[in-house]
């Protein structure tokens, strides 16, 4: 991005047309912007500072994604990286493979609650204990967003819930 495009133009009057876009923000592992998750959610912001991350680190063509099942499986069309599809709850065992089979890449999960804390809760606990490098990241929503909205772990207490 040029830095002609983040401009700012002083104006005493107010503007005279609609807004119109300019130019595209995406960040250089993004494939495309769209995704049809539920209006408001979160995962594609997520998304876009996990892979702002990852280009800012240089590791871009390093970097291996372990996707476990929830939501957020919507989100791999989007990522110009390397991905792994992981059964629920085992994404860091297959990251943990994965890095030692390539230790010089970047490996991270991608995981939410209902995969990373309800079922596979004991898989991010003995790769942490064994130390192992690489990141698990955790995108919580609170419910389980697939399969219609109820209660996980992580379901705030009073929190509402569509069942």
Do not use: W
């Amino acid at each position: 991005m040029s830095d002609d495009s983040l401009r700012v133009v002083q104006s005493d009057t107010p503007p005279t047309g609609g807004c119109r876009k300019t130019g595209t923000f995406l960040p250089p592992l993004t494939l495309i912007g769209e995704h049809d998750l539920c209006p408001g959610c979160g995962e594609p912001v997520a998304l876009r500072q996990i892979l702002d991350s990852i280009e800012g680190l240089g590791m871009g063509q390093k970097a291996i994604g372990v996707i476990g099942i929830g939501c957020y499986t919507a989100l791999t069309c989007l990522m110009d990286i390397d991905l792994i599809q992981a059964l629920h709850g085992r994404a860091p065992s297959v990251a943990t493979g994965t890095k030692r089979m390539l230790p010089e890449n970047l490996v991270f999960t991608l995981q939410g609650d209902g995969d990373m804390v309800s079922e596979g809760l004991q898989e991010v606990l003995h790769t942490a204990a064994r130390g192992e490098n690489l990141t698990c990241i955790l995108l919580n929503n609170g419910v389980f967003g697939e399969t219609g909205g109820h209660m996980t772990a992580t379901t705030v207490l009073g929190q509402r819930t569509k069942n």
